[in-house]
C-alpha cells in the first residue's frame, strides 16, 4: 500500500527502507534535504492518494503534537495517522481527539527493534479503532518480524504507547540487573575474564537473551568498556511508567531503582552505568558519552 512517512531518522528511514524492501510505495518527508522526498508536509498530502495513510516519526512532545496539529489541517476525512514515536499515551487522546473533529482516524503504534530492526523487523504494540488497524494491517506485516509474534493490537487509542510504556520500563530493569551482575563479577577479585562468563551464558542459561547478546558484542568491541563513561540518560518512559505504578498503586521496586540508577549514573562513574550506556547504544544508536580525563575530587 501506499503511506506518507515523516522524520527519516534512525528508526524513520529503516522503517522506510524495510517497507520498500516489502513492495510499499513509501513519500517521506524530513528537514534533511538529503533523505526527503517531498519539501512539505502539505506537498506530502498532494503526492498520496485518498485515502491516505501518514506515518510519523518525529520526537515526541511538542515536535508530534505540532506535526499532528498541522496534519489535521491537511489531511481528509477518511484519512489515517500513525504516531509511531515515543509519545506519552495520554498524549495519544489529545491527538485523537483533534484528528477526529476533522474525520481522521489515529493509530498509536509503540515500536521496538532500534537500530536492529531494518533487519530483523520491529515488534507493535498498537491502540486505535479496529478498522483503522484493519487498514494499516498490509504497513504493520511488513514492518514486524518474521513469525506469529511481534504483533499485537493492544486496545484503544492509548494503549499502544501505554503497553510501549510498560515495555520500556521493564527494559529499566533488565539492564539494570544485567550491569550490577557484571559489577560484580569484575569487583569480586575472583573472576579472572569477565568478558568470558557473559558470552558463556549466552547459551543453556535461563539468563539467557538479545539483550545478553548485545553486552556480548559490547565487550568483544570494548573489553572493560573503558572508551565509556558511566552516563545513562532516560528517554522518558522509564519515569511515566513509575508514575503510572504511582497512579494505579502498582509497586515498581526494580523499574524505579533502575530509573534512579541512571540518574546516579550523571554524578559519579560506575562501572554498572557504563554497561547500560553500551547496551542503549547497542541496541538503538543511542549516543553514548566517551572516556575523558577523571572528575575532579
Known sequence: MQIGMIGLGRMGGNMRARLEAGGHDVVGFDSDPAVTDVKSLGELADALTPPRAVWVMVPHGAPTADTIRQLGELLEPGDVVVDGGNSRW????????????????????????????????????????????????????????????????????????????????????????????????????????????????????????????????????????????????????????????IAHAVPLPVISAALFARFASRLDESPAMKVVAALRQQFGGHAVATAGPARPA
Open 90 to 245: 495520554t498524549d495519544d487522546l489529545e491527538h485523537a481527539a483533534h484528528l477526529a473533529e476533522h474525520g481522521i482516524g489515529f493509530i498509536d503504534a509503540g515500536v521496538s527493534g532500534g537500530v536492529w530492526g531494518r533487519e530483523n523487523g520491529y515488534a507493535l504494540m498498537v491502540g486505535g479503532r479496529a478498522e483503522d488497524v484493519a487498514r494499516l494491517q498490509p504497513v504493520f506485516d511488513t514492518l514486524k518480524p518474521a513469525g506469529p509474534y511481534g504483533f499485537v493490537h493492544a486496545g484503544a487509542v492509548g494503549a499502544g504507547h501505554f503497553t510501549k510504556m510498560v515495555h520500556n520500563g521493564i527494559e529499566y530493569g533488565l539492564m539494570q540487573a544485567y550491569a550490577e551482575g557484571y559489577e560484580l563479577l569484575e569487583a569480586g577479585g575472583v573472576v579472572t575474564d569477565v568478558p568470558a562468563i557473559i558470552k558463556s551464558w549466552r547459551s543453556g542459561t535461563v539468563i539467557q537473551s538479545w539483550l545478553l547478546d548485545l553486552l556480548d558484542r559490547a565487550l568483544d568491541a570494548d573489553g572493560d568498556l573503558s572508551e565509556l563513561r558511566g552516563w545513562a540518560e532516560d528517554s522518558g518512559e522509564g519515569r511515566w511508567t513509575v508514575e503510572a505504578g
